[in-house]
């Protein structure tokens, strides 16, 4: 329940105050941080369960990818498997990607994903409707080796980062990175056991969000 404003000692009420600004620049969008399309907004279709990576956190993710790849994004071919809002994937395409694969279920947000494409004319991006765990399997068995960058941001509580990596294993070029998104960290005493075949090799939080970049350990055994 709101509570009436505080009275200022000349007796008149105060104004309410301005309701804070999203995280993101603005409700229902997300904005490119860095490379060619730099501080576009992009809209965000308004759904429940649709939570952009934040801006501070893309930054973070994005310094950490472009250092470990000495800046050569162009050699970069990337798979984004729970595309949502986009937020991840066009700031891959923006930063000069050679190929970007947005892989996301839900149709309307297909359609503004689609949208937020043709917007930027975004001729290296492609995107997929269906199921990402599929998607992976089948990346894995037609282009083994084919990408060099993979985003998982999934759904939290349901399993989906023990469910991917796999196929992660073979789909991954040998130095390629994985950044993942989840709900405990993926790295120290409690990690959960099938972790062992990936190195994180930068890790941070944010709030109650935990995230990493991931690589192949050397000598893991790819599984099938």
């Known amino acids: 329940m709101s509570k009436s404003s505080p009275s200022r000692p000349g007796g008149k009420p105060a104004k309410p105050g301005k309701p804070s600004k999203p995280a993101n620049g603005g409700p229902h969008q997300v904005r490119i941080i860095g490379g060619q399309w730099k501080r576009t907004p ?25 250092h470990l790849i000495d800046g050569n ?15 991840l994937g ?13 892989v996301e279920h839900s149709g309307p947000a ?41 985003f998982i941001d999934p759904p939290y509580h349901q399993g989906w980062l023990e469910k991917v990596l796999p196929a992660c294993q073979q789909l991954l070029a040998p130095t390629g990175l994985v950044y993942a998104e989840a709900e405990f960290a993926l790295d120290g005493a409690d ?17 109650m969000v935990f995230y990493h970049l991931l690589q192949r350990k050397s000598g893991a055994g790819i599984e099938a």
């Not at 994004?73 to 937020?87: K, M, N, T």
């Not at 066009?90 to 947005?102: L, N």
């Not at 990690?191 to 941070?204: C, F, K, L």
């Open 42 to 66: 992009l809209p965000v279709l308004d759904a429940e369960g649709l939570r952009p990576t934040p801006d501070r956190v893309r930054e973070t993710v994005f310094n950490w990818i472009t």
């Open 73 to 87: 994004w162009e050699e970069v071919s990337c798979l984004d498997l729970f595309a949502g809002s986009g937020a």
């Open 90 to 102: 066009f700031e891959a395409a923006s930063r000069g990607a050679r190929r970007v694969v947005m």
């Open 110 to 150: 297909v359609r503004q994903l689609e949208a937020n494409r043709d917007k930027l004319k975004a001729a290296t991006l492609a995107i997929l409707r269906g199921d990402a765990l599929a998607a992976a399997q089948n990346a894995a068995q037609r282009e083994p080796g084919g990408f060099q960058l993979v």
């Open 191 to 207: 990690a959960p056991a099938w972790m062992q075949a990936w190195e994180v090799v930068r890790a941070d939080k944010a709030g």
